[in-house]
C-alpha cells in the first residue's frame, strides 16, 4: 500500500498504518503517533515532528507529559477512558498546537494491533 493511498478518514485506518513502513509512515501528509497503553511514545513520525512545531521525536517519553494539554481529562482522560472500555475509535477536534495556540486540529485514535494506541492528527492548512 503506498502512503498516498492512506486516508485519514478510512474506517480501517489503524490497519492500512500498520502496513506502512516507517519510512513510509514518515511521510504521510498527517501525523502519526505510536503509543503503549501507559502514554509511552513508540514512534513518533517526522511529519508530526515538523507540522506540530515540537520538533523532536519524543521516543521512549509519556506523550502526556509533554503539554498540559495533551495531560488534560479532555485530552488523556477521554483517551484512557477509551482504552479501558475496549477496542478504541475516537475521533475529536481540538485546537491548538505547539507553535500554534490558535490551529485547529482533528484526531482520530484507534487500537494498535499490538495492545497499544495510534494517535492520527490532521491539521488545517493554516
Known amino acids: 500500500m503506498a502512503p498516498e493511498t492512506v486516508n485519514f478518514d ?10 506502512l ?10 501525523g502519526v503517533i505510536l503509543l503503549n497503553r501507559e502514554g509511552i511514545v513508540l514512534f513518533y513520525s517526522a511529519t508530526e515532528a515538523q507540522q506540530s512545531g515540537y520538533g523532536k521525536i519524543p521516543i521512549g517519553q509519556n506523550l502526556f507529559e509533554l503539554s498540559s ?16 472500555e475496549g477496542p478504541v475509535d475516537l475521533e475529536f477536534g481540538w485546537t ?4 500554534d495556540p490558535k490551529r485547529d486540529l482533528r484526531f482520530r485514535i484507534q487500537s494498535s494491533s499490538a ?12
Do not use: K, T, Y
Not at 494539554?69 to 479501558?84: L, P, T
Not at 491548538?96 to 507553535?99: A, E, M, R, S, V
Open 69 to 84: 494539554c495533551m495531560g488534560s481529562d479532555d485530552f488523556r482522560g477521554r483517551i484512557m477512558r477509551a482504552m479501558e
Open 21 to 30: 513502513s516507517r519510512h513510509e509512515l514518515d511521510h504521510l501528509p498527517f
Open 115 to 126: 495492545n497499544g494506541i495510534w494517535i492520527f492528527v490532521e491539521r488545517d492548512s493554516a
Open 10 to 19: 478510512a474506517p480501517n485506518l489503524a490497519a492500512q498504518i500498520e502496513q
Open 96 to 99: 491548538g498546537d505547539f507553535d
